[in-house]
């Protein structure tokens, strides 16, 4: 079945350092989305990527999605105490609305 | 953003006993809403999609007269943990599908049985 691979697993930095992390799909994708979750939390939406190669920016956030539109990335710069959190992209099953989660990083940012 | 309503958002229960978790779209209507489990420290694991009007689809693995799935409305899907055990322990997500596909999530049900 389709799986949805994310690197690193755990990342701590400095605050202020950046921070990067990816995300691998065994399949093609139609979409990609990337969700935070803050300890004890829930899954929050952050964005959805559609076209090959697209690249969005959201203030210190920076998506990408691969041109074979099966990776995407998304870079942190300066990061901040708020930024801690578990960051999951997800990607559509084929021909589906069902999304399959990456399996994670987690992010700790020491101050 | 749209709002998606989980509770209980805890609940501890004897072995045995059946548990239900509802989960409500507030301000939107979701024909399509699905069922996670995660467990500590671990990614999402999609359990069942819950179709407003039919039957639930299970993936494979999730054993579905254990977690029983009902979407009788627009706003509403339960899951029903039967005669739940201490392995059925975890941390339960719903989420509703909303326009282009976003995925808006409930605050979640930690299960702890007994």
């Known amino acids: 079945g389709q799986q949805v691979m994310q690197i690193p697993q755990y990342q701590h930095v400095q605050e202020g350092e950046d921070f990067t992390t990816y995300c691998n799909s065994s399949?093609?994708?139609?979409?990609i989305q990337w969700y935070k979750q803050r300890p004890g939390g829930h899954p929050v939406f952050l964005i959805q990527?559609?076209?090959?190669?697209e690249v969005k920016k959201q203030k210190r956030l920076t998506f990408q999605f691969g041109e074979a539109k099966k990776n995407s990335s998304l870079h942190i710069t300066a990061t901040q105490t708020t930024d801690v959190g578990t960051y999951f992209c997800?990607?559509?099953?084929?021909?589906?609305?069902?999304?399959?989660f990456g399996t994670g990083t987690r992010l700790k940012v020491l101050a | 953003g749209a709002v998606v309503s989980q509770h209980p958002s805890r609940v501890i229960c004897k072995s045995g006993t059946s548990v239900k978790i509802e989960c409500r779209s507030l301000?939107?209507?979701?024909?399509?809403m699905f069922w996670y489990r995660q467990f500590p420290k671990q990614s999402l694991m999609l359990m069942a999609t819950?179709?407003?009007?039919?039957?639930?689809?299970?993936e494979q693995g999730v054993e579905k007269d254990k977690f029983l799935i009902n979407h009788a409305s627009l706003t509403l899907s339960t899951l029903t943990v039967t005669s739940a055990h201490p392995e059925d322990s975890s941390f339960y997500i719903c989420?509703?599908?909303?326009?282009?596909?976003?995925?808006?999530f409930g605050s979640g049900t930690q299960l702890s049985v007994l």
């Open positions: 989420s509703a599908l909303g326009v282009r596909e976003k995925l808006f």
């Open positions: 399949t093609t994708l139609s979409n």
């Open positions: 990527l559609v076209k090959s190669g």
């Open positions: 997800a990607g559509p099953s084929s021909g589906t609305y069902k999304y399959i």
């Open positions: 301000d939107f209507q979701a024909t399509t």
């Open positions: 819950s179709n407003e009007g039919s039957k639930a689809t299970y």
